[in-house]
C-alpha cells in the first residue's frame, strides 16, 4: 500500500508495535525442552491481548499464530511437537492484522550455549538489514535493495537465499510490490515512492542459497546442513529516512 494520511500511519504504527511486541515476548520465553507449539501459544495470547488477529492464519489458514523455525529450517516453520534444544538457532516471524492494517517482522536468535558462529550470523544479518533500511527513500531504485543484501552477504562471508524475497504489505500481508529480489536485477526498473510500504528482510546463509519446500506444504528448509539467519522489519518509505514500524 501507499500511506495516504497520518491515519494510516498511525494505524501501520499500531500493528507494527503489537507485532514486535510479541516477538520479543516469544523471544524472552523461548526455552530449551519448550515445544514450539508452547511457544506459539505464547504468540497467540499475545495477539489476541491486543485485539490482533494472526496473519497468515486469516490469509493462508496457517496453521499456527506464527512461524517459528528451527535450525536448518529456514522459514514458514509449522509450531508443533519440536523441542527447542540447547544451542538451537530460532528463527519467529510474527505477522498479523488490526483495522485492516498488517505489519510483519521476523528476529533469528540462539539459545544457550551460544555457537560465536551462529551469534555472529544472527547479529550480521540483523545489521545488513538495518544498513540497507537506512539507505532508502523516495526515488531510490528497487533493485538496490537486491543488490545490497548481496554484497553485504558476500561482504561478511555468506550467502543469501535467493527465492525468498521481501514484499509489499499494508491492506494485505502480501501486496505489490511483490517478488523485491534478494539479488541485483538489474531488468527491474520500479522505483521506491514516498508513502510505498514493504518489508526487509535478508536472508544470510552459511552455506545454501536457496531452500526448499517440505512436504508439509509450508516449512522452507535448505538442502543442506547450513544454517540460516533473517531479520526482518515493515517499513514505510519517505524522502528521509523510512519509518520503522514494528518497533515496541
Not at 20 to 35: D, F, H, P, Q, Y
Request: aromatic share 6%; charged share 25%.
Amino acid at each position: 500500500m501507499t500511506v495516504q494520511n497520518l491515519e494510516d500511519i498511525d494505524g501501520l504504527k499500531k500493528i507494527g508495535k503489537i507485532v514486535a511486541l510479541t516477538i520479543n515476548e516469544m523471544k524472552r520465553c523461548a526455552r530449551v525442552g519448550m515445544t514450539t507449539r508452547e511457544l506459539d501459544d505464547i504468540g497467540g495470547r499475545i495477539l489476541k491481548e491486543h485485539g490482533a488477529t494472526s496473519a497468515p492464519k486469516k490469509t493462508y489458514d496457517f496453521p499456527g499464530h506464527t512461524c517459528i523455525s528451527l535450525n536448518h529450517e529456514v522459514a514458514h516453520g509449522i509450531p508443533g511437537n519440536r523441542i527447542i534444544g540447547p544451542g538451537d538457532l530460532i528463527n519467529i516471524d510474527v505477522s498479523a492484522e488490526l483495522g485492516g492494517y498488517y505489519a510483519d517482522a521476523g528476529h533469528s536468535f540462539t539459545m544457550p550455549p551460544h555457537d560465536p558462529s551462529l551469534t555472529r550470523l544472527c547479529q550480521y544479518t540483523h545489521d545488513t538489514m538495518m544498513k540497507i533500511i537506512s539507505s532508502l527513500r523516495h526515488g531510490v531504485k528497487l533493485n538496490e535493495i537486491g543488490r545490497m543484501i548481496q554484497t553485504e552477504a558476500q561482504r561478511g562471508g555468506y550467502r543469501a537465499i535467493n527465492n525468498l524475497c521481501s514484499h509489499g504489505i499494508g491492506k494485505a500481508l502480501h501486496e505489490a510490490p511483490t517478488e523485491i529480489l534478494p539479488f541485483y536485477n538489474k531488468q527491474d526498473r520500479r522505483v521506491l515512492k514516498e508513502g510505498l510500504v514493504i518489508t526487509i528482510e535478508p536472508f544470510l546463509s552459511t552455506g545454501a542459497d536457496y531452500v526448499v519446500e517440505q512436504p508439509d506444504g509450508w516449512t522452507m528448509r535448505v538442502p543442506d546442513r547450513s544454517y540460516v539467519a533473517q531479520h526482518e522489519h515493515t517499513i514505510i518509505i519517505t524522502r528521509d529516512q523510512p519509518i520503522i514500524v514494528t518497533v515496541a
